[in-house]
């Protein structure tokens, strides 16, 4: 046996030219028990489970809170780009119809009190977007 060739059973640090024995966080002599890997599989399979299934809950909340704005954006769009000869008062409840030419127009007159094409109502909240009254 060579003088630089300890044996296994001595722990001897090369790098730092010491016995560190004492330093390990595990046992190191030779009647020690073994050390085990314990099975984590079905943790493993369990917890991935429940995070993908966490995950597509998350998305699926996400597409839909994404589909309710893409709406208002419709909605917001449509009422501002249809005629109107007045300035919305903010909190106010309006009639979003449509004219013989299937132009968009606006109009404080009640669907019930009118026959034209009615499209739905809407009211101008305080951050200036138009949301429609569900019927």
């Known amino acids: 046996?060579?003088?630089?060739?300890?044996?296994?059973?001595?722990?001897?640090?090369?790098?730092?030219?010491?016995?560190?024995?004492?330093?390990?966080?595990?046992?190191?002599?030779?009647?020690?028990?073994?050390?085990?890997?314990t099975e984590n599989i079905t943790w493993k399979n369990r917890n991935i489970h429940k995070a993908?299934?966490?995950?597509?809950?998350k998305y699926l909340e996400l597409k839909a809170a994404y589909d309710k704005m893409m709406e208002e954006l419709e909605y917001n769009n449509l009422v501002y780009n249809a005629r109107f000869?007045?300035?919305?008062?903010?909190?106010?409840?309006?009639?979003?119809?449509?004219?013989k030419n299937e132009q968009?127009?606006?109009?404080i007159i009640k669907p019930e009190e009118c026959n034209f094409d009615f499209?739905?109502?809407?009211?101008?909240n305080?951050?200036?977007l138009w949301k429609r009254i569900e019927d």
Do not use: C, W
Not at 119 to 124: D, K, N, Q, R, T
């Open 1 to 37: 046996m060579s003088k630089t060739k300890k044996p296994d059973q001595v722990v001897f640090n090369k790098e730092t030219q010491q016995y560190d024995a004492s330093l390990k966080p595990y046992a190191t002599n030779v009647g020690a028990p073994a050390i085990e890997v």
């Open 52 to 57: 993908n299934k966490q995950i597509k809950a």
């Open 85 to 99: 000869n007045f300035e919305p008062i903010t909190g106010e409840i309006y009639h979003l119809y449509r004219d």
């Open 104 to 107: 968009p127009f606006l109009s």
């Open 119 to 124: 499209v739905g109502s809407f009211y101008l």
């Open 126 to 128: 305080s951050e200036q």
